[in-house]
């Protein structure tokens, strides 16, 4: 069921539940998910933002599966709200790359669309083979620079900003401008040769 909890937590109050979560305490993961879902919602609300009506994939059922993974760690470690955002990023990133994959299998092939760079790491179901050639370049993207991969990641599967994907990796805002600006660009190159005819 959907709902809106209202309430607006700080950071901190989100930190000191998730430190307890990460030292064991479960008795913690109902007050955390009022406390987190509006922020996750709308975090998977901007990566499926193309989504069609009536799919069977909805912001919904996305943000229950990636939380349920999330808490549902044998050892989950978060280090402040940021941190479980940029968890919560790459786990919607892999729920909705299996989803494309899925959709890929029960169709014969699926030709890969040129689209803006922007539109290509939104979930689109009529274009499941753009999603996962973005998650193949993502991948060769890691083993080149982890850290371009885990900014590309942050930001637009996550929606997380420039500040607290520093605050993630310990690095200076400065620094994440400059490297997803390289990390986009080199996207960019590897989506337009993957649409190339061969």
Known sequence: ????????????????????????????????????????????VRSMREERTGHTLQPTALVHEAYLKLVEQREPHFANRAHFF???????????????RA????????????????EVFVFHPERPATLTAVDDALEKLRTLDPRQE???????????????TAQVLGVSPRTVEREWTMARAWLFLQLREHAQPR
């Open 1 to 44: 069921m959907e709902t809106s909890t209202g309430v607006n937590p700080t950071g901190s109050e989100v930190t000191a539940l998730l430190d307890r979560l990460s030292h064991g305490d479960r008795t913690v993961i109902e007050r955390l998910m009022p406390l987190v879902y509006d922020e996750l919602r709308r975090r998977a």
């Open 86 to 100: 940029a968890i919560a990023s790459e786990l919607m990133r892999r729920i909705l790359v299996d989803h494309a």
């Open 103 to 118: 959709r890929l299998a029960s169709k014969r092939g699926g030709e890969y669309d040129l689209v803006p760079l922007d």
């Open 150 to 164: 885990q900014i590309v990641t942050m930001r637009f599967f996550g929606g997380l900003t420039v500040e607290e």
